[in-house]
């Protein structure tokens, strides 16, 4: 079992370590707000739309990256309609937020434009 375990890890890790964007995560250097990047898997997510705390809103970067205000929760947006939100708990400065939802995944991957096969991104 301890085995089985070691190598899913071992795995996991590696397929990180297959993605050019992950070396570029770092926490924000404008004090007072974080910055968290968001991913669905190993791949960030470029080009969504979002909103957090009293900022206006922007966009995800070309790294998933995106700007709060610490204490905020922020808001996602697809086609002017909220897509998800991600509570000020759940954000860590430095650190990526990983999409789970079937339902949001599946829906960022069939929009997702393929022009890059290490990221999803979105044309607005």
């Keep these: ?12 890790l590696s ?18 707000f974080g910055k968290t990047y968001l991913y669905v898997e190993q791949y960030p997510v470029e080009g969504l739309e979002y909103e957090c705390g009293y900022l206006d809103r922007a ?16 808001r996602f947006y697809l086609n002017e309609r909220e897509f998800f ?10 650190g990526i937020h990983e999409l789970n939802d079937d339902t949001l995944t599946d829906i960022l991957y069939q929009i997702d434009t393929k022009i890059d096969p290490n990221k999803i991104v979105i044309n607005n």
């Design 1 to 12: 079992m301890k085995l089985v375990m070691s190598m899913l890890l071992v795995g996991v």
């Design 15 to 32: 397929s990180c370590d297959n993605n050019p964007y992950y070396e570029n995560t770092e926490p924000s250097d404008i004090e007072g």
């Design 59 to 74: 966009f995800t970067d070309n790294y998933g990256g995106f700007v709060y205000e610490l204490g905020t929760s922020c």
């Design 85 to 94: 939100s991600i509570s000020s708990t759940g954000l860590r400065d430095g």
